[in-house]
């Protein structure tokens, strides 16, 4: 009966709703099929009736459904939808029947409800059998609207074609999700059938043109049936941007594999935008055709002229989608060219990465090892964002598909060697892209909002020959948008400070030689200016430049100077800001110590000899240079702020300064002195620190500088546009600064009181070095761009699939904030919390493993079948490390058993995807202390999420569980979990995974 009223066949389902009358069981779905028969009828009053009962039915399982979570209720808020929808459609027949038609009714309720009905869809994500059902009823109304009105086209032209004109949009609405679920062949049945009428607006008509043509363009076996469709179209009924994108889908049609009529499609475009100048995917369609072949043949006779084609359309397709609706001429702005002419901004770079200061031609070989080495893996970044981009453009072919995995092993490629990185890499052209690129940018014809995303990509290109196209960008941004940038470029300045100051001395140094060169070889020429050594000299000095270091630091500056003297109140309130939260909120020594101990503690359980055998000669180093750092007077800061200074450094430097008597002689019980050191200290802090620390004690400064115009660090991330109106700005700093303790390191998390009335907190991170730093943002950054591939995914996005990606701002080179909620913990905490309860050491599993595989002359025993460390893992799994110790943490942390439900689903798939994440892009070394979840959420976090490198230097994936799929983990899933939630996530991440 479900199918009967789709089918139409209703003399059928009323005989069978009549023989079932009394045996069918009272549900939603009963009264949704009575209802469908009533209304057919025209029973009003027996329709109101079921629709009333359905009602009920939805409401009583609403109540039943849990308070927490939205995706039970979803279902039901679809079913609430065709309840109100089968109500107005009772109204429409009321109005339309019952009343006598006259030219002079309005019939206006008919027509709000038809409007409504436009306004009121489903998400785009939504089932394709909820939309379904939705406008097939819709559709049954619109033909009782079009009967009803048939005969009134005379007398009443406005209401005749009232009917016609919804059933049109519905139609193509219809067809256009059928397309985005990956249902061309829907999309082309439902437009070609579910109309049924040869009346239809221009308007309507153009968009069923279009929709027919991107389904054909799905569907490789028929391109020449999708061709022969838009050429037999009249395009004498429509306006001059509707034929201009009419040609620009017969070129891509030509342009495709099965077709590979280049020349016919160029010619195709060119007619498109001799149609309409301002048409912004054809701009973007003739640049991708131009890149395509220049791709093709990059060392062809024509390839410079065809990458500068490919630059300018790139740059005009941007500049039309992203300008204002009054200078583009456009009613609307087109969200799709929007979008695709962004994601189109990674390949302008990666091409400008090629670039030199003359504009020359630039020609990368094989055995150019240093060129590779510092232009290939910083263009590589470009090329993978690009591949990802190109992707996500929503291009109409499916051989988009393509570039996802290109772009993912370029960048797996580009982690390796920089010989490997050499092979990978082609003749380029470069100069003309940062000419067209210079003259966008010094026309202001691009907004700058376009390059919130890329401002670590032009930082880095400060250090390259293209310094010269990206500082006009830069000196932009810090015009208009002061911080998005201000907190990168600080950064940028301050860790190139002392390497260009060294680089400097050097250049000076260097240049004082050759100069002193020139004088000796003219004093020994006798004043002869064209000897031999005199030139040679002169050669030499006019080859010498400031170093790249030097060059990026100087062009740093200029762009902050830039930004100071448009905005110096704002920049010297940011630099107040930056100072105090940089210096004022760092760990104390004592803490700094507790680190620097565990630190050492690790180190030894990974030496790979035995408890028994001597400490090693650069063990012994390390702890002579610890107590050096640590006690190298009376006067330390940590003599002053500890409670028993005296003690404490006499106790540490007897236990563990190798100058001393009292060093241990063994691997062993230096480990065992480095645990008792690391307990001593953890109980000192956890009795002398508080939770909390009083912001007007830590800093009072801060608490009394003005933040009005200060916004919330890292809301440019996104790279979506920023206007005053949508702008979040900072209003205060809470009282409260908590101490995070995780993993013997200390943290100071800032509540950030913000505009909007949300509380952000941040953690302030120290101890980061550069590399980190600049790893964790470029992983978030990748990361924002594969979540945009899965929001434009339905599948995904009705999972609720996203990978997390918290803001992370630097504020110095080695200090960071990082968003984190207070409900985050890592997942090493639960096995600690476990230890803690039963009295047991959490270093017992390595020391257990270290033991049994140790031999009695201190090395590890040989193990060529690993029995040994086979039979020592089963032997820690049964008796120190259990399978239910995460479960047990979560089942005590959670409220309610609808928490436990919510957590569990949430967090199943995060550890889904960031097992694809790992996979794609070679990522192994995850410790349980550096895995980071919410509690409150499920959502997921790591840290340090680097590849790692063999002794060869490549990178290679050592993880020794696939997919971090552990036994702890695995039993809080439960079999069904891990069967369901990790392997049926496969549709979800199609978009991402399975190109």
Known sequence: MDCLWRLHDWETLSAMLAQSQGQMEPAVSSCLLSAYAALREVNQEAANTHIDKGFQYALAKWWQLPDTGSAPQLALLQVFQQLVELRESGRVLTDVMNQQQRSDQQYSDTKDILETWRLRTPNEWDGLVHWQDVLLWRNHIYNVVIGAFNSMQEIAPHLHQMGYRDKAWSVNKLGHIAYKHGCPDVCITVINNMYGYNAMEVQEAFVKIKEQARAYLALPLDLRAGLNMLNTTNLD??????????????????????????DGASSALSTALCLWRQCPDAW?????????????????????????????????????????????????????????????????????????????LLWWHKDSMLQTSTAGCAGALHTSAWCVAKRSAALPHTAAYSYLPSGLQLYRNCCDTPARCAALLTPCVAGVVGEELARAVEERSLPPWVWFMWIPQLLTSLTRPETHRVKPILKQLAELHPQSIYYSLRTFVLGLREAAQRALQEYSKHRAGLEAAISAALAAAAGDEQSESVRNARAMLAALSPS??????????????????????????????????????????????????????????????????????????????????????????????????????????????????????????????????????????????????????????????????????????????????????????SSNVAIVRRSASSFRRLSLICSDGITRHMLVQTGQNSTQGAADERMMQLLRLLNRLLERSP????????????????????????????????????????????????????????????????????????????????????????????????????????????????????????????????????SPSKILFAKDSGRLFQLDLLPLYNDKGMVERIEVVPYRLTRNLATFFTAFGVEVGLLLLGPGVSAVGCC
């Open 795 to 926: 599948e995904s996005r009705r999972r609720l699939l996203a990978w997390h990606t918290p803001i992370i701002v630097p504020v110095w080179p080695q200090v960071r904030l990082f968003e984190e909620e207070p409900s985050y913990c890592s997942y090493g905490e639960a096995y600690d919390i476990n230890c803690a309860r039963f009295g047991r050491e959490p270093d017992m599993p390595i020391a257990h493993f270290k033991k049994r595989l140790a031999a009695p002359d201190g090395n590890y025993d040989k193990d060529p079948d690993g029995s040994l460390r086979l039979g020592a893992f089963n032997e820690i799994c049964d008796k120190v490390v259990s399978e239910n110790i995460f479960s047990q943490y979560v089942y005590k942390t959670l409220p309610t058993c609808n928490h436990l439900w919510l957590f569990k689903k949430h967090f199943c798939s995060q550890m889904a995807l960031s097992g694809l994440l790992c996979y794609m892009l070679l990522l192994s070394g995850r």
């Open 548 to 733: 790249a270091d030097t060059t990026a630091f100087d062009g740093g500056k200029e762009v902050m100077e830039r930004l100071r003297s448009q905005h110096p109140v704002l920049g010297s309130t940011m630099e107040g800001l930056l100072a105090e939260v940089g210096s004022k909120f760092v760990p104390r020594p004592l803490e700094r110590l507790l680190a620097v101990v565990t630190a050492l503690l690790h180190r030894c359980y990974k030496l790979p000899v035995a408890n028994s055998s001597a400490v090693p000669d650069h063990m012994r180093r390390e702890m002579a240079g610890v107590c050096r750092a640590c006690f190298a007077s009376d006067t330390s800061k940590l003599q002053a702020r500890n409670m028993q200074p005296v003690e404490l450094r006499e106790g540490f430097l007897h236990d563990l300064n190798p100058e001393s008597p009292g060093f241990p002689h063994t691997l062993g019980e230096l480990a065992e002195r480095l645990k008792a050191w690391r307990n001593r200290l953890t109980t000192e802090l956890e009795a002398a620190m508080p939770h909390s620390l009083r912001l007007e004690e830590e800093c009072r400064a801060l608490q009394d500088i003005q933040l009005s115009e200060v916004e919330l660090p890292g809301q440019y991330l996104s790279g979506h546009e920023v206007t005053p109106d949508t702008s979040i700005y900072l209003e205060a700093i």
């Open 237 to 262: 009924y429509f306006a001059a941007h509707h034929q201009a994108e009419i040609f620009r889908l017969k070129a891509l049609f030509m342009a495709e594999p099965g077709m590979n009529d280049l």
């Open 284 to 360: 973007l369609s003739w640049g991708q055709l131009c890149d395509a072949r220049y791709e093709a043949d990059p060392a062809g006779p024509a390839s410079q002229q065809l990458l500068q084609y490919a630059a300018h359309c790139y740059v005009q397709g941007i500049k039309l989608s992203t300008a204002p609706l009054a200078a583009s001429g456009m009613k609307a702005r087109n969200e799709e060219a929007l979008q695709a002419s962004i994601d189109l901004l990674p390949r302008l770079l990666h091409l400008l990465s090629f670039d030199d200061r003359d504009g020359a």
